[in-house]
């Protein structure tokens, strides 16, 4: 079974200033992706970037931008520009690829990063 | 266009009551999840759906029951409600033409057993 772990359960950043958040998973497959969610006190789940594993490239929206490091097992989020919307809890999320065997798209989460941006 | 909704988004029972949470989405979508979030633990997986007539357990299924009796309608059920089934419940939906790489959640039921 996967695992997905976000060791830092709490982040604060000061508004226009960078920040990363980390996760890291545990997995035996070789094709997968990783999704990173946005929570706001509204409860809603806001998808805001995914990597597919077979792409080296680095996945980027706006400012969002992720470091994937396949063979460490790493996907950390960049924030660049913090604003104060961007205060939320963040999930990192793992779903297996569709080759898998019994995969029905099911997402594994971490236990998540509450960020806290500081005007 | 509604998307996921989620009936109710507020519910307090008590010990050994029952209830029926209600996932219904508009977007034709295959695969339906039901998932519940605790503090600390992140969004877990209690029941899915691949399809109309099919579900399967997922990581949390104990004390749940679930039925897909219409492709358009997931239902999540407690028989008999405890204080360890408080908790935020998520439903979500995704479907084949996307690859399911898009997951379309609702705003979710916040549940509390007395």
């Known amino acids: 079974a996967q695992t997905v772990t976000q060791s830092q359960p709490e982040m604060s950043v000061q508004e226009a200033e960078t920040v990363t958040l980390s996760c890291t998973y545990d997995?035996?497959?070789?094709?997968?992706?990783l999704f990173w969610y946005k929570q706001p006190p509204s409860r809603q789940m806001i998808l805001v970037i995914r990597?597919?594993?077979?792409?080296?490239q680095n996945a980027t929206e706006n400012r969002f931008s992720v470091n994937f490091q396949k063979a460490a097992k790493s996907f950390s989020l960049k924030i660049s520009d913090s604003q104060l919307g961007d205060a939320a809890m963040y999930f990192c999320?793992?779903?297996?690829?569709?080759?898998?065997?019994?995969?029905?798209?099911?997402?594994?989460f971490g236990s998540g990063t509450q960020l806290t941006v500081l005007p | 266009n509604a998307g996921v909704t989620q009936t109710p988004k507020f519910r307090v029972l008590k010990t050994g009551q029952s209830m029926t949470l209600l996932c219904a989405q508009d977007?034709?979508?295959?695969?339906m999840y039901w998932y519940r979030q605790d503090p600390g633990m992140g969004l877990r997986l209690i029941h899915y759906?691949?399809?109309?007539?099919?579900?399967a357990k997922g990581e949390v299924p104990d004390g749940y029951n679930v039925s897909r009796l219409k492709k358009q309608n997931f239902l999540l059920g407690l028989e008999s409600a405890a204080p360890s089934q408080t908790s935020v419940y998520f439903c979500?939906?995704?479907?084949?033409?996307?690859?399911?790489?898009?997951?379309?959640f609702g705003d979710g039921t916040r549940l509390s057993i007395l």
């Open positions: 759906s691949v399809g109309e007539g099919t579900t």
């Open positions: 997995t035996s497959e070789s094709d997968y992706y």
């Open positions: 990597q597919e594993a077979y792409k080296q």
């Open positions: 999320a793992y779903r297996s690829a569709e080759s898998s065997m019994g995969s029905a798209r099911q997402l594994t």
């Open positions: 977007m034709n979508h295959e695969y």
């Open positions: 979500a939906s995704t479907n084949q033409m996307t690859g399911g790489l898009v997951q379309h």
